[in-house]
């Protein structure tokens, strides 16, 4: 059987559904989502972008996830061990790196911007965006960003309160802190529901999902949305393997995945329908993701002269930058844990220091002019870039191809069925449900997963561009 966890179990597999799909309810997702919808065809996006989320995202979450079951340690660690054991080449050892790395790049610019999500939701429940100038939307961003001082302490308050969640464990702590944040978050969607009939456009909810637009899908939109699948399921950054080596031995990785999945989108698809009848047309926000999250609700403030709408969309957001930055504390502090034979409080200490220290190149980007530019883009476009672009994808690449060349269909199959070690007999031989689910990590997903890379260097279009000035 599946050995026994050591930083114990969640109270039902529920708890670990309810954890991930508030780990993975990002407001990345939440922003960007309709965002390339409106770009690249609306409802036609939409469907090629469930279909990667069916093909491709759902049997990698399920490999994680079984990978995290079944070796009950930090992902690096149990990746090193499983190297070690098998005698296979150390190279696969780049994995655990990037599992490690990736991470805390990625939580330590999140955990600024999260710590200003935070500074808006108390700045617009208390007026003080509704009071900003119609010409100067984008100042209180800029005054805020700009000033070194509050970031660093938005930033504090926002990394000790997630820091705190994962130090109290995994029942008390991370399922009961995910739980809250997840109701907290449900109950802020029929707020702004009822907000969007009193302030917004009801009709454009539901006007991009029920527009059919194949023209304006393209190849670069197939592959947007795969690249949005799988950074929706939080691929290549660890999360499911950590919290899945606190699931019961009984536990059905494959259907529990499905559920987070579908959980997830919905969650999204309906927080997202409901900016957009809020704040308009997302192709609006020019600037991006930036400009949409630190812009449009303070002009939503200014044109409204009111506080809860604006608040509410802050609230939201900062309940799911909680609930996400917990679920990228959490494999770094099983990961000290397990390497310096500590304490949870220590570990995540180190780590909360760790990701703070980091974060301040992003505060520096920002509100100070000691970091410059290299390359002509920021040090925080440079860690944004390789976390997201190279090292999220190329992480997610290694880990299909040393799943689908290291680990056999039987040992696949005992995975599946909750067992650590392959079954010996007569019933050795692997099921259908095996088979099939080896099949889409060997092909299929590997080749989305180069596509994926591929695209998010910029590749794809240099290649396209040389060939059409040739």
């Known amino acids: 059987m599946v050995p026994a966890s050591p930083g114990g179990y969640w109270r039902r597999p529920a708890g670990f559904v309810f954890a991930a799909i508030a780990a993975l309810v990002g407001v990345g997702v939440v922003l960007r989502l309709p965002m390339l919808a409106q770009a690249h065809g609306g409802a036609a996006f939409l469907s090629v972008y469930l279909f990667w989320m069916v093909a491709v995202a759902w049997p990698l979450l399920t490999a994680e996830t079984l990978f995290g079951r079944v070796m009950r340690q930090d992902l690096p660690g149990a990746l090193y061990d499983d190297v070690r054991t098998r005698g296979s080449t150390r190279g696969w050892l780049l994995i655990a790196g990037l599992f490690l790395l990736v991470p805390l790049l990625v939580v330590s610019y999140y955990s600024v911007i999260a710590g200003w999500n935070?500074?808006?939701?108390?700045?617009?429940?208390?007026?003080?965006?509704?009071?900003?100038?119609?010409?100067?939307?984008?100042?209180?961003?800029?005054?805020?960003?700009?000033?070194?001082?509050?970031?660093?302490?938005?930033?504090?308050?926002?990394?000790?309160?997630?820091?705190?969640?994962?130090?109290?464990?995994?029942?008390?702590?991370?399922?009961?802190?995910?739980?809250?944040?997840?109701?907290?978050?449900?109950?802020?969607?029929?707020?702004?529901?009822?907000?969007?009939?009193?302030?917004?456009?009801?009709?454009?909810?539901t006007a991009l999902w029920t527009r059919w637009d194949w023209g304006a899908l393209g190849w670069r939109g197939v592959l947007e949305a795969l690249q949005q699948a799988l950074f929706s399921a939080g691929l290549g950054l660890g999360m499911m393997a950590a919290y899945a080596g606190y699931l019961p031995e009984r536990a059905r990785p494959a259907r529990l995945t499905a559920m987070v999945l579908v959980g997830s989108t919905v969650f999204a698809l309906i927080a997202g329908s409901l900016l957009m009848g809020l704040l308009g047309d997302m192709s609006s926000a020019g600037n991006g993701q930036m400009a949409l999250l630190f812009v449009a609700p303070v002009e939503l403030a200014v044109r409204l002269d009111g506080r809860?709408?604006?608040?509410?969309?802050?609230?939201?957001?900062?309940?799911?930058?909680?609930?996400?930055?917990?679920?990228?504390?959490?494999?770094?502090?099983?990961?000290?844990?397990?390497?310096?034979?500590?304490?949870?409080?220590?570990?995540?200490?180190?780590?909360?220091?760790?990701v703070w220290l980091l974060g301040l190149v992003t505060v520096l980007t920002f509100g100070s002019t000691v970091l410059g530019e290299l390359g002509g883009r920021s040090l925080f476009g440079w860690l944004q870039s390789f976390s997201i672009r190279l090292g999220a994808p190329l992480a997610l690449l290694l880990m299909v191809i040393y799943v689908g060349r290291v680990w056999s269909r039987v040992e696949l199959d005992a995975a599946l069925h909750g067992h650590s070690e392959p079954r010996e007999g007569p019933d050795a031989r692997p099921t259908r449900r095996a088979l099939l689910m080896r099949f889409m990590l060997v092909y299929p997903t590997r080749i989305a997963a180069i596509l994926a890379l591929v695209y998010g260097l910029g590749i794809a279009d240099w290649f396209i561009a040389f060939w059409s000035d040739t």
């Open 118 to 205: 935070a500074a808006f939701a108390v700045r617009a429940l208390g007026g003080a965006l509704a009071g900003a100038s119609a010409d100067g939307l984008s100042t209180p961003f800029l005054t805020l960003a700009q000033d070194a001082e509050r970031s660093m302490a938005w930033q504090t308050i926002f990394v000790v309160a997630s820091c705190v969640l994962v130090a109290r464990g995994i029942r008390v702590g991370i399922e009961r802190g995910a739980a809250l944040l997840l109701l907290g978050g449900v109950v802020l969607l029929f707020l702004l529901g009822i907000l969007v009939i009193r302030d917004g456009d009801p009709a454009r909810v």
């Open 308 to 354: 809860l709408t604006p608040g509410a969309i802050y609230l939201l957001m900062t309940a799911l930058s909680v609930a996400s930055t917990v679920a990228l504390l959490e494999p770094l502090a099983q990961f000290v844990m397990a390497r310096k034979r500590c304490t949870r409080v220590y570990a995540t200490t180190v780590i909360g220091v760790a």
